[in-house]
């Protein structure tokens, strides 16, 4: 491994003579098999051979968090063994983290601390996940919030049995006030409900609280699905025009978005197999229909994506069309889509609406298909709609329509 990464044997020396030389190995061999580079591989070696020094790796058991903030905070005050300066603030805290990263490797950080009530926690995730079908998105979606509301009440040193409506409406209240708005404190109030009827199946608390338990109201159609206009949608397209990798990169996934309305998550589905280039059909796995649809494949979107493939996409046995820029060859998350998009949006000067993510960009596309006189039907069945409810809200943002609605007069109606 060492031999690998350094070329001159007075560098090599060091690593092989240090201490803990087998859970180095271990770990090095590890990342190395993640795909990362060697670059990073030898900036890693380095860092382990420093800690496994300070914190006395070989006759330590389980090493805390506490232990490894005293020795980066002692580092960043006295220079360790062999050095002749302190380590800079930045230094120490990237000791401090490839520290973490090892010993929850080897497993010799303590797990983290969970929610008092870690027990019925998980009795609800296995609910979610056994009876329920959810999978495990959906569950960490669900518990993510229910989760920060457990910590919330655990601070009271109360037991479940003793829990009140007035606990609940506390940590909604607590959420409006730190800025969230009314459709955000819904959709916690909606992760809530299921758990708090699941406990009063339990006799955890009476079932009379589920009742109690109310979301705030919302107005039909309160927030229009108003994406940018289609001039800035053409800004945004000329943007990632380049020879750089996210330029091209960033090209192919906005095509992709804008063209056929799609999804973050189903840009990040897309694989290889998806794209039948012979025959010109693009295969969709659709995330909320669970069903695949057949799109023609439109020539700048096969043309950009042709063009990711031979240039930036790196060699790789991931099947997945869009990977990671920099080691490891990972497949992209929706993360990175909302980063790409709503950053370029950003950068030039495009602040309305509200929410500049990839999102933005599907109600884009469907104001433009309504634009064009396509039918309700026919926009939802290209967004993929499992309702017409869904797609019926753009009628409203439909400002031509309205107002040819509003020129029309009654007179002579008897």
């Known amino acids: 491994m060492f031999q690998h990464l350094f070329c001159s044997p007075a560098l090599v020396r060091p690593h092989e003579d240090g201490p803990a030389l087998r859970d180095r190995k271990t770990y090095l061999e590890s990342l190395a ?34 232990k490894i903030q005293c020795a980066a905070r002692r580092l960043k005050q006295q220079p360790p063994r062999g050095r002749r300066a302190p380590l800079s603030a930045a230094a120490a805290a990237r000791f401090s983290a490839v520290a973490k990263r090892w010993c929850r490797f080897l497993g010799r950080l303590p797990p983290r601390p969970h929610t008092r009530f870690s027990v ?24 993510s919030n229910l989760t920060r509301f457990l910590d919330y009440y655990g601070k009271t040193g109360r037991s479940l049995s003793d829990l009140q409506i007035q606990d609940l409406d506390g940590f ?55 994406g940018p206009t289609w001039d800035d949608v053409t800004r945004l397209l000329a943007s990632a025009v380049g020879d750089s990798p996210s330029d091209i990169r960033d090209s192919a996934i906005l095509r992709l978005l804008i063209t056929y309305g799609l999804r973050a998550c189903e840009v990040c589905a897309l694989r290889l197999d998806d794209v039948d280039w012979t025959r010109g059909q693009l295969m969709i796995s659709r995330a909320k229909r669970r069903d695949g649809q057949v799109y023609p494949l439109v020539s700048s979107v096969a043309a950009s994506i ?17 990977l990671a820029l920099l080691r490891p060859w990972r497949p992209i998350r929706p993360a990175n889509i909302y980063t790409a998009v709503s950053r370029r949006l950003r950068t030039l000067g495009i602040t309305y609406p509200r929410h500049l993510g990839p ?14 006189g396509l039918s309700m039907k026919e926009i939802g069945d290209h967004l993929g709609h499992r309702s017409s409810a869904s797609t019926r809200i753009y009628t409203k943002v439909d400002l031509s329509a309205l107002r040819s609605v509003a020129a029309v007069t009654l007179e002579g109606v008897q």
């Open 33 to 66: 098999k993640q795909g990362y580079g060697r670059r990073y591989l030898r900036r890693v070696a380095n860092e382990l051979l420093l800690i496994a020094a300070e914190l006395d790796f070989e006759h330590s058991g389980v090493i805390s968090v506490g």
């Open 120 to 143: 019925e926690l998980a009795a609800y995730i296995t609910y979610l996940t056994d009876e329920r079908g959810c999978t495990p998105t959906t569950v960490e979606t669900r518990t």
């Open 172 to 226: 909604l209240l607590r959420l409006a006030n730190r800025g969230c708005c009314r459709r955000s404190v819904i959709a916690v109030t909606k992760e809530l409900r299921p758990f708090v009827r699941f406990g009063a199946q339990r006799a955890w608390w009476p079932a009379r609280l589920f009742d109690a338990m109310l979301t705030p109201r919302l107005y039909r159609d309160e927030e229009l699905p108003i």
């Open 306 to 322: 042709a063009r990711y493939l031979k240039v930036v996409r790196p060699a790789s046995t991931d099947r997945h069309i869009f």
């Open 359 to 372: 999102h933005s960009l599907r109600h884009s596309a469907a104001q433009r298909l309504l634009s064009e």
